[in-house]
């Protein structure tokens, strides 16, 4: 049974590409099952609306590129956003959020934040 599986098309460079291309398929499978599941258990959560405070923002940029005739060309980027939300208790949760509410949203902010599991949905500001 071992010959069989390293031997697949009878080059060890073969039987490792298919071990590779294995690998990355499982770890594609897992982030996609991961991801459907975190949907379906938001789906499921009740929405709450609590007062909060808004205590730190960050952002995380991903860049991509391509690879073309051997030489890598920037083939675009993105920005995911967060905001970090205390709780009267002390508790902390951090959400993922629009750019546009990111960019509305100011550290020490207090208000009312709508979320549902851990999906973001609506942040009122109450006037100072």
């Known amino acids: 049974m071992r010959e069989v599986f390293f031997n697949l098309g009878g080059s060890p460079i073969f039987s490792m590409f298919y071990i590779i291309f294995l690998l990355a398929l499982l770890v594609v499978l ?43 060309n920037n083939a675009g980027s993105s920005t995911t956003y967060y905001a970090t ?9 951090e959400l993922s959020v629009k750019g546009t509410i990111y960019g509305q949203l100011a550290e020490g902010d207090q208000g009312y934040l709508t979320f549902q599991g851990t999906r973001f949905v609506a942040f009122e500001r109450m006037n100072p």
């Open 30 to 72: 897992f982030q996609l099952f991961k991801g459907i599941k975190q949907w379906h258990r938001n789906n499921q959560s009740s929405r709450e609306t609590q007062h909060v405070k808004v205590v730190t923002k960050r952002t995380k940029m991903m860049t991509h590129y391509t690879n073309n005739n051997n030489s890598l």
């Open 85 to 93: 939300f205390e709780f009267k208790n002390g508790t902390r949760l």
